[in-house]
């Protein structure tokens, strides 16, 4: 047998083993993820990773197969990218880091997914920040809370007392005092409430870090049975 050919399938074959065990590693992680987070499973899982010099990127998102939804995630994750390489690419001082990660939701018609970014950028301690987005696949359409509070015009008031309600007595707002800080964060205003998601049986809230208490305090999640919200005529 020619040694150049022997010597070609050696290498061709070495390359696909290759492959093979960088694809099973890299699927191993995705179900790693996947169990940590509350994913329904008609998502897959989509990884993106760079790493440049002291910037990296890791992020995992959604693939849900409806291509209006798809798109606009496609378009969240890659506006993150280019927002954080084009002011921490060439960094030099520190290192700098953005990681996304999410949570799936659903209730009959509507996927929700609520995306955590934690971002690290040498400063004195990381931030994570909160996106969420609620699609209805009947209609196509995003769902967003102007879209219910046109619905629903007393909905604001609602969910500011009842997350009033629920958070007052939380051992962390105690803690470091319900100040103006808490009270403004709940007025009923559409830029409080905009981080939601909707599933099966709740409203849910998202209250970032410094939203409604300092940073140590962390952030917040108040979960509303639909029974206490007027949502007959938004469903």
């Not at 359409?141 to 102007?146: L, R, W």
């Given at each position: 047998?020619n040694?150049?050919?022997?010597?070609?399938?050696?290498?061709?074959?070495?390359?696909?083993?290759?492959?093979?065990?960088?694809?099973?590693?890299?699927?191993?992680?995705?179900?790693?993820?996947?169990?940590?987070?509350?994913?329904?499973?008609?998502?897959?899982?989509?990884?993106?990773?760079?790493?440049?010099?002291?910037?990296?990127?890791?992020?995992?998102?959604?693939?849900?197969?409806?291509?209006?939804?798809?798109?606009?995630?496609?378009?969240?994750?890659?506006?993150?990218?280019?927002?954080?390489?084009?002011?921490?690419?060439?960094?030099e001082?520190?290192?700098?880091?953005?990681?996304?990660?999410?949570?799936?939701?659903?209730k009959?018609n509507?996927?929700?997914?609520?995306?955590?970014?934690?971002?690290?950028?040498?400063?004195?301690?990381?931030?994570?920040?909160?996106?969420?987005?609620?699609?209805?696949?009947?209609?196509?359409?995003?769902?967003?809370?102007?879209?219910?509070?046109?619905?629903?015009?007393?909905?604001?008031?609602?969910?500011?007392?009842?997350?009033?309600?629920?958070?007052?007595?939380?051992?962390?707002?105690?803690?470091?005092?319900?100040?103006?800080?808490?009270?403004?964060?709940?007025?009923?205003?559409?830029?409080?409430?905009?981080?939601?998601?909707?599933?099966?049986?709740?409203?849910?809230?998202?209250?970032?870090?410094?939203?409604?208490a300092?940073?140590?305090?962390?952030d917040?999640?108040?979960?509303?049975?639909?029974?206490?919200?007027?949502?007959?005529?938004?469903?």
């Amino acid at each position: 047998m020619n040694l150049k050919y022997v010597i070609v399938v050696f290498f061709l074959f070495s390359f696909i083993i290759t492959c093979y065990f960088v694809m099973e590693q890299k699927n191993n992680e995705i179900e790693q993820v996947r169990e940590t987070f509350s994913i329904a499973s008609h998502s897959s899982i989509r990884n993106y990773h760079e790493a440049q010099g002291n910037m990296e990127i890791d992020i995992y998102y959604p693939v849900t197969n409806v291509e209006k939804l798809d798109e606009i995630i496609e378009a969240y994750v890659h506006t993150e990218i280019e927002n954080f390489k084009s002011i921490f690419q060439n960094v030099e001082e520190y290192h700098a880091e953005l990681k996304i990660t999410f949570n799936e939701y659903q209730k009959e018609n509507i996927i929700a997914f609520a995306f955590t970014k934690y971002l690290d950028t040498g400063g004195a301690h990381p931030n994570t920040y909160t996106h969420t987005i609620n699609f209805n696949t009947k209609t196509d359409q995003v769902i967003t809370i102007e879209d219910l509070v046109e619905i629903d015009s007393n909905l604001l008031n609602s969910l500011s007392t009842i997350s009033r309600e629920s958070l007052q007595n939380n051992e962390n707002i105690v803690q470091y005092g319900v100040s103006d800080f808490f009270y403004s964060g709940t007025e009923p205003k559409i830029e409080n409430f905009q981080n939601f998601v909707l599933d099966e049986k709740n409203f849910i809230i998202f209250f970032d870090r410094y939203s409604i208490a300092p940073y140590v305090a962390g952030d917040f999640i108040v979960k509303i049975p639909y029974e206490k919200l007027n949502m007959n005529a938004i469903f």
